[in-house]
């Protein structure tokens, strides 16, 4: 059993940085492919980025390309969503994820994928 728990959020002006915790508990996520999703007012869950634990691959949104940034602290059991040049658009509620080893060198992009979530935190941008 996997815990994870998102930390970070908060109210930015479009420009801005965060930078998104996500703390694992209950086992080591070092083998596990992490992942963030936003879900925003009205529209579904989206995939923003991730990383495989095995052969150094990242995923991103299209969205998000550029200006978002995914790693991780083994030593903390924590992975972490660096987003910089946040626009209104961004403003969602975002979790992290977290999927058990499996195939080298895949970066799970589908929520259904993810086996572990956080409860969320929420991002928002103003204009």
């Known amino acids: 059993q996997v815990q994870l728990v998102e930390s970070g959020g908060g109210l930015v002006q479009a420009g801005g940085s965060l930078r998104l915790s996500c703390a694992a508990s209950?086992?080591?996520?070092?083998?596990?492919?992490m992942g963030w999703f936003r879900q925003a007012p009205g529209k579904e869950r989206e995939f923003v980025a991730a990383?495989?634990?095995?052969?150094?691959?990242?995923a991103y949104g299209d969205s998000v390309k550029g200006r978002f940034t995914i790693s991780r602290d083994n030593a903390k059991n924590t992975a972490y969503l660096q987003m910089n040049q946040l626009k209104s658009e961004d403003t969602a509620v975002y979790y992290c994820?977290?999927?058990?080893?499996?195939?080298?060198?895949?970066?799970?992009?589908?929520?259904?994928?993810?086996?572990?979530w956080g409860q969320g935190t929420q991002v928002t941008v103003s204009s």
């Open positions: 990383d495989s634990w095995s052969g150094g691959l990242t």
């Open positions: 209950g086992r080591t996520v070092s083998s596990y492919a």
């Open positions: 994820a977290a999927h058990a080893p499996g195939r080298w060198g895949y970066v799970p992009q589908a929520y259904d994928e993810y086996e572990y």
